[in-house]
């Protein structure tokens, strides 16, 4: 499985079905209550895409969530 | 998955890894300056590079189900088909490559965004509401945990609306689940855990994860068996005494052991834990580092694989069974719903265990301890406990004899195990019923495999039906109907069986038609009032509504179709020789043919006279069927016989009839015949000696010197005719007709065939005791025998006698005749040559034959009167009290007791001869 095809810049793939997909995957997000941006989505999906482990990612948006809750708070 | 190195990934441009990271910690932490976000962004960028390959395999299915399962266990159902909805688009949309890694990593996230203090009341309230819907079964009551009291019933409930099994086991166990941790294991993330660390320990705790949790979890036993100090400690003397080689370090993660156990609870080796066949039982690798009390818990779990194996080995082994019968399937059938709701446990233990294995975050707040396991499993052990006793119990048993088995389980002290059995025994009885349903409402034997209480043997003919085609199968009665009641079953199949094919009667007999029964008959549709008959007697009217249907028509049929009364009138009136002038006649026209010997009787001629008796008498009024089967019989020749021993009346029966007058009863009758025709030839007799008495008393006056022997002769013959008066009348009255009345009762007051039949053989057995021809009796019917036999003699004696004394009259009467004859002519009337002639004759006449007969009537009277006296005191010895009062009547002015020194005190002799047996 090639880096090329799993690219969701794939020039095959029209600007259509892309929206679709990223439809789909905000309905979800949306379900699930994971709090995510559409833009964060779509770039956690190009992410995901380039193999990057998701386990990784998730933990690291979790820190980085507590650090802005953190930051936050003081402030606020 | 992907190949890219991380090196690869960062030098790409807009679009590299290491961008995209940036825009992410950017957006993720709003917007700030990048001096804020690098460190955050270096920090991203080390984590996600340290971990690039995912610690879980990648399964895109296993991530949906367990979104679809949270959304499930939050409650919103709705939601969990809207995501599969989405979830299936996405995968017919084809176009993410990496579809998991998204999924998973939603997941990961999900709820995440409610811990942030926006809305932090509501993911408090969620956190409640979890456990309560965190199961699989539907709604269980929270108590149930709290109280056993409680949750037997709430299982004793359970079992009655579908199944007892396990199932209802784990509802309790699966309802309380989430109680004892607050959180049920992959439902949240913790928030105090996540928010409370800093950036540094992040990398540790990742790590931590990574590694998959086992490591915090070797603690757990230890601190399980720490908790308990004083088991241990006992368990640690135990261990030292007896396996020193047995490895009790700390190795072993609690996971697995749990991993295993599930494993063994399916009657599958584990890892560890595998089946020993020297003990019978699993047992763990002694070489495992496992603290003593793991083990032994850890043994003690196992026996629930030990035992599901065993019963699921019956039940294939079983199954397969084809002569196993139909009760033996429906146990097999219900064991193995309880075994399927094993299984339900089973998933569910193991859907908890793949939990913790797929734990992502939580540790050991939501692993499977053994502890816990061994909470859940235990009702499930002592229902498969029960169910393996049972299976031990039922092994070589099959239909009725299995139901037994079970049923005397149910006799169990603990509640629930008897509810246990009693659901087992409900569907184990259930064929029974079937079959029981058939058998006494329409006679039908369904019955391949031999289960059921009733037996029929298909080669006994129809004549036979009634009394050897169907027996009890004693062993096959269960043990919950009562031995009456399972012959009152047997009765009403065959008295179905007996009206349809015997009878040839296809009416429909009415019984289960009836409004009121139907009314009963909701709890008759089921196997309960087998089972609660202490309770309420449903059964016991079911069966007693059919009995007496069944035996109502049976009756009627007989009665009114077969003439049964009628015949047994017949029997009376003909074989038992009630109707008396028919007999006598018989007896007049058949005088001369039945002195003749045995050989010379033709049956032809015989039936023909016996014709003539009919046409002549008050039986020719009988009905033509009754007199169409009455016939001559003539019983088997022995030499010397003459044809009062051979002759005998018969009576024809077929059909129903014949099952009470059967063949044994016939010949029963024939014997009593003989003995009745005997005793009436007897009374026939002394009538014509008495008759030739009177005529000749006037004739033989003439002959002075014969008077004393006349005398002589009559008193003898009154001796004869006293005696045989008494006995036809014993016979004919205190035998008979009382017999007979009785049973004419009995017989109109009978309820059922059986109760006819039963009367019929005592009215036989009555009448052959009373009539001597019993076994006890055998010295007497010779005794009595003896006395016929003088009496016959005596009959030949008198009538050579009484002719000898007519010539002599005759002679004597001529000689005088001739003497006038000369004196009317004149001449002497006799010469001196002829009186002497005339002398000397007389003096023949005196000297020789009224000597001799004197003599011969002496040893007649003589020997009359021993044997008659003899014949007493066998009477007087006799169990049978009207015998014995017999014996009172013969002697009524006590002549014979005043010569026979034994009747004197017949209760003493009695005593006496008692002492010598």
């Keep these: 499985m090639g880096a090329e095809s799993g690219q969701s810049k794939d020039p095959n793939l029209s600007l259509a079905e892309q929206r679709e997909v990223m439809d789909t995957l905000q309905q979800i997000s949306a379900l699930l209550n994971t709090g995510l941006t559409p833009e964060m989505l779509s770039t956690i999906v190009q ?8 386990e990784a990612l998730a933990s690291v948006i979790r820190e980085l969530r507590s650090v802005a809750a953190a930051l936050e708070s003081p402030g606020g | 998955m992907a190949t890219k190195t991380p090196k690869e990934v960062r030098d790409t441009e807009n679009n590299s890894p290491a961008a995209l990271l940036h825009q992410l910690v950017k957006a993720t932490l709003g917007a700030k300056k990048d001096a804020d976000i690098s460190q955050h962004f270096q920090y991203a960028v080390r984590v996600v590079s340290s971990n690039f390959a995912p610690s879980i395999e990648s ?16 409650g919103r159902e709705s939601d969990a088909a809207y995501f599969s909805e989405l979830h299936r688009k996405l995968q017919s949309q084809g176009k993410l490559q990496n579809r998991w890694a998204i999924l998973y990593f939603l997941l990961s996230l999900a709820d995440s965004n409610k811990e942030t203090k926006q809305k932090p009341s509501s993911a408090v309230i969620f956190g409640r509401g979890l456990p309560n819907l965190a199961t699989s079964t539907p709604f269980v009551p929270r108590n149930l945990h709290q109280t056993p009291v409680a949750s037997e019933i709430g299982s004793y409930s359970h079992s009655g609306t579908q199944s007892s099994g396990i199932g209802s086991g784990i509802s309790s166990i699966s309802g309380p689940t989430p109680t004892p941790h607050s959180y049920a294991p992959g439902n949240l993330t913790t928030p105090g855990v996540t928010v409370a660390h800093d950036p540094q320990s992040v990398g540790s705790r990742l790590a931590q994860m990574l590694i998959g949790g086992s490591q915090s979890h070797v603690t757990n036993p230890n601190l399980a068996s720490a908790s308990r100090g004083q088991v241990s400690e006992v368990t640690k003397r135990n261990a030292s005494a007896l396996s020193p080689e047995e490895n009790t370090s700390f190795e072993l993660a609690e996971v697995a052991i749990v991993r295993d156990l599930v494993y063994v609870f399916q009657g599958i080796d584990g890892k560890l834990i595998k089946y020993s066949y020297n003990e019978d039982a699993y047992r763990m690798d002694s070489q495992v580092g496992v603290p003593r ?10 026996e629930l694989g030990w035992l599901f194996c065993k019963v699921k080995k019956y039940v294939e082994k079983k199954s397969q069974d084809k002569s196993f019968g139909l009760v033996g399937q429906s146990f097999t059938a219900a064991l193995q719903q309880e075994l399927t709701e094993y299984y339900r446990l089973l998933a569910v233990l193991e859907a ?8 992502i975050e939580e540790t050991s707040t939501s692993a499977l301890t053994l502890f816990q396991l061994s909470v859940w499993t235990f009702d499930p052990l002592h229902r498969m406990k029960q169910l393996a006793i049972l299976v031990d119990g039922c092994k070589d048993k099959k239909g009725g004899a299995l139901a037994s088995a079970i049923h005397s389980y149910t006799l169990h002290g603990d509640r629930s195990v008897r509810a246990l059995v009693s659901h087992i025994l409900k569907l184990v009885a259930f064929p029974l019923w079937k079959m029981l349903d058939k058998w006494i409402y329409d006679g039908l034997l369904e019955d391949k495999y031999h289960e059921f209480f009733v037996a029929a043997d298909p080669s006994v003919k129809e004549e036979k039906l009634w009394h050897e085609k169907y027996t009890l199968r004693k062993s096959m009665v269960p043990s919950f109907i009562k031995m009456d009641q399972a012959r009152q079953i047997l009765l009403i199949g065959k008295s179905i069986n007996f009206l349809r094919q015997v009878c040839k009667d296809h009416t429909p007999i009415i019984g289960k038609g009836t409004e009121e029964v139907i009314e009963k008959h909701s709890k008759y549709e089921n196997t309960e009032m087998f089972l609660d008959q202490d309770l309420d007697n449903t059964f016991q009217e079911v069966i007693d509504k059919a009995y007496q249907d069944t035996s109502r028509k049976l009756l009627d049929v007989l009665h009114q179709r077969f003439k049964f009364l009628d015949h047994l009138k017949a029997m009376r009136r003909y074989l038992l020789l009630g109707q008396g002038d028919f007999i006598k006649h018989l007896m ?7 002195v003749k010997q045995a050989q010379v009787l033709y049956l032809h001629n015989l ?20 007199l169409d089967r009455l016939d001559v019989r003539l019983l088997e020749l022995s030499p010397g016989d003459t044809g009062w021993d051979v002759f005998s009346l018969d009576y024809h029966v077929d059909g129903p009839i014949s099952t009470v007058f059967t063949p044994q009863c016939k010949i029963l009758y024939l014997r009593v015949f003989n003995f009745l025709w005997r005793a009436k030839r007897m009374e026939y007799i002394l009538t014509q000696v008495w008759k030739d008495q009177m005529c000749n008393a006037r004739l033989l006056k003439d002959i002075p010197e014969l008077s004393p022997l006349l005398h002589h002769m009559h008193t003898l013959a009154s001796e004869m005719v006293h005696f045989i008066h008494q006995m036809q009348y014993y016979i004919n009255f205190e035998v008979m007709e009382c017999s007979y009345d009785e049973l004419w009762k009995r ?8 109760h006819i039949i039963s009367a019929h053989e005592v009215f036989l057995d009555t009448i052959l005791k009373r009539s001597l021809l019993d076994e006890e009796s055998q010295p007497l019917l010779t005794q009595l025998r003896v006395i016929f036999d003088l009496i016959v003699q005596f009959e030949g004696m008198q009538e050579e006698f009484f002719k000898t004394s007519l010539e002599e009259l005759e002679r004597r009467k001529s000689a005088e005749r001739a003497i006038e004859e000369r004196t009317e002519m004149g001449k002497w009337g006799t010469t001196e040559l002829e009186e002497k002639e005339k002398k000397r004759l007389h003096q023949e006449f005196q000297r020789n034959f009224i000597p001799s007969e004197r003599a011969k009537l002496r040893v007649l009277s003589q020997t009359l009167q021993d044997m008659v006296q003899k014949f007493l005191v066998m009477l007087t010895a006799h169990s049978d009290d009207s015998l014995r009062l017999l014996a009172v009547r013969l002697d009524f002015n006590e002549v ?12 003493a002799y009695m005593k006496r001869k008692k002492r010598e047996y």
């Design chain 1, 47 to 54: 992410l995901c895409e380039l193999g990057v482990n998701p």
């Design chain 2, 59 to 74: 399964d895109e299915f296993h991530v949906a189900e367990r979104i679809k399962r949270k959304l499930a266990r939050e």
């Design chain 2, 293 to 302: 009390p793991v083990r032994d818990l850890v043994h003690k779990l196992a």
């Design chain 2, 352 to 359: 908890q265990q793949q939990e913790t294995d797929d734990a």
């Design chain 2, 588 to 594: 007049d026209l058949l005088q001369s043919d039945l």
């Design chain 2, 607 to 626: 039936t023909g006279v016996l014709e003539t008796a009919i046409r002549a008498t008050n039986a020719q009024y009988d009905d033509s069927e009754i």
């Design chain 2, 747 to 754: 017989v109109n007051k009978a309820n059922d065939l059986d």
């Design chain 2, 896 to 907: 014979y007791k005043a010569r026979e020194p034994k009747l004197r005190s017949p209760v």
